[in-house]
């Protein structure tokens, strides 16, 4: 990355954004908070940067999807008016998806618009229920097409590629990716006529769901991908935050650090936690938590005390040397595990939202976490072991309620800045201050 390349995402971070708090639809109090989420330092903010805005949230990647057949479309609001119920505030769902079954994407810069339909619905729905959206713009897994779809279009237009991560460094395929991200952010929703660049309901953007680069465990590769695309990003939409999708794994950058990793593999596979949120233009960091998948399987107690260990560094980290906020994007145990039940999954929820809220009550950098992941009823066919049917599990719907209802009394609050001296007190919570 050139030093021009460098100024010019410097210049468009500082002189691009629109003014704080302003919404696509106009002014007015609930506008006003409904405004972009920003980043201020280690928290996010809304209402001009007046309100904290930690995050309670889920994933339900498959929305757009189901939206695409009026069959089905229904559950995409059921599933919002569910999480809305129990106080979820954010959804991360897919915004690509790349050939195959009703893509998205059929060919490079080829799209199915009923598709594109599908999801302004998606973002239309999320908008009425009051949910904001984490939208990943492309996966590193076959799922839905992928970094391995990108790289057979390549091979159809007569590139000599050999590897499905040339992804991350042919120019062609890297126009590719250029040219979806281009077509997504400028997109006008047809059913809010907003564009999505303009749109507050969008929370975020990801550059990939769980990148990784295995054939460069040094990192450079994905490093040099992740600072490209993000100046990419931000030339186009300088007011919505930018996270990468990473798992959270330590790299190389930080020898001291691989220990804390949950297996030798995880600090092989090119992701770098520390060197790739220290990146220009990413605005937030992202983790993953999965015990179930990353440590070797022993006595339930030790995945809790992965977990928590997990977040406290990444916290910590990102406090002390990122000095921004960290949300978990994914985090759950498989029920399909047989040493696992909806008991021990709500010990897990209810570590994860304790370790959160210690940060919080110091106006830490634990920003946030969104569980893998909520159906509504009559889709659990589509159930990869860790879906969560609010209707079903009243214990796990509870614990999200009260997660949700802590969480929004410090939203509720001025913003940390003004902590000791603003007067706008809730009625109803006369000594917030006190008392969390």
């Known amino acids: 990355m050139g030093p021009l390349s460098l100024l010019f995402l410097q210049t468009i971070l500082i002189l691009g954004r629109a003014p704080v708090g302003r919404s696509a639809s106009g002014g007015g109090d609930e506008e006003e908070y409904w405004g972009m989420v920003r980043r201020e330092g280690k928290q996010f903010v809304v209402g001009g940067g007046r309100q904290p805005f930690y995050v309670n949230g889920f994933n339900a990647y498959w929305l ?69 959206l984490i939208l990943p713009l492309v996966n590193n897994w076959e ?155 022993s006595v339930s107690n030790d995945f809790l005390q992965f977990a928590t260990k997990w977040m406290r560094n990444h916290i910590d980290d990102t406090e002390s040397v990122l000095r921004m906020p960290v949300v978990f994007g994914e985090y759950g145990v498989s029920s399909k595990d047989e040493k696992f039940n909806a008991t021990f999954r709500n010990v897990f929820i209810d570590a994860v939202y304790s370790t959160l809220l210690n940060s919080t009550r110091r106006g830490g950098s634990g920003s946030g976490s969104l569980l893998w992941q909520l159906f509504p009823e009559g889709t659990e066919y589509m159930d990869d072991g860790y879906g969560v049917v609010l209707t079903k599990a009243h214990n796990t719907s509870n614990i999200i309620s009260l997660q949700s209802k802590r969480i929004q009394i410090f939203n509720s609050r001025c913003s940390w800045k003004c902590h000791w001296s603003c007067k706008k007190k809730s009625p109803s919570h006369p000594h917030l201050h006190r008392e969390l």
């Not at 129990?86 to 799209?111: E, H, I």
């Open 143 to 297: 799922g839905y097409g992928g970094k391995a779809q990108y790289v057979k279009w390549g091979k159809a237009a007569g590139l000599n590629l050999t590897s499905d991560e040339d992804f991350f460094t042919d120019p062609t395929v890297k126009g590719y990716y250029k040219a979806h991200v281009k077509t997504v952010l400028t997109r006008v929703n047809t059913f809010t006529n907003i564009t999505y660049k303009d749109d507050p309901t969008i929370f975020s953007w990801e550059l990939m769901n769980e990148p990784r680069c295995l054939s460069d465990p040094s990192g450079n590769k994905l490093q040099d991908w992740i600072q490209e695309m993000a100046v990419h990003v931000k030339s186009i939409d300088s007011d919505h935050l930018l996270s990468t999708g990473t798992e959270g794994f330590y790299g190389i950058s930080t020898p001291e650090k691989l220990s804390l990793n949950p297996n030798p593999v995880a600090g092989q596979v090119g992701t770098d936690f520390i060197r790739n949120h220290k990146t220009l233009g990413i605005d937030y960091a992202s983790a993953h938590i999965y015990p179930d998948i990353w440590i070797s399987k």
């Open 64 to 132: 757009m999807l189901l939206a695409a057949d009026e069959s089905t479309r229904a559950k995409v609001s059921d599933a919002f008016r569910q999480a809305s119920s129990v106080g979820l505030t954010v959804c991360r769902t897919w915004a690509f998806n790349d050939g195959g079954w009703r893509a998205l994407q059929k060919a490079p810069s080829v799209y199915d618009q009923d598709v594109f339909k599908a999801l302004d619905f998606v973002v239309s729905e999320g908008r009425k229920y009051k949910i904001r």
